[in-house]
């Protein structure tokens, strides 16, 4: 399947510009510092580790789609899988 399809150009660019923000907002998240009360209530997140593997996957899926010049309909399945897994990491 290509990347892009007829009727959907541009769709590719706006999810990508969009995961840039996200992933922008979520670095400047883990360098904001906590405040001493915050840091007393403060607690491990182990889902966000298992988030990461999950969106290192998906980017591994994407990098050879991007070298193949196409994804799979497969690949397309397995990524939303792991969209899927972080959804419910997130939401518990």
Known sequence: ?????????GAAERTAREM???ADLLDALA?????ARQKARA???PEMERIARRFA????TLA?????????AAQL??????FIAIGKALIP
Do not use: C, F, Q, W
């Open 20 to 22: 840039r923000r996200t």
């Open 57 to 60: 996957t998906i980017n591994t």
């Open 77 to 82: 399945r397995s990524m939303a899988s792991n």
């Open 43 to 45: 607690r491990a997140h």
């Open 1 to 9: 399947m290509p990347l892009i399809k007829r009727g959907e150009d």
């Open 64 to 72: 050879k789609g991007v070298t193949a010049g196409s994804v799979s």
């Open 31 to 35: 360098r904001v510092k906590p405040t």
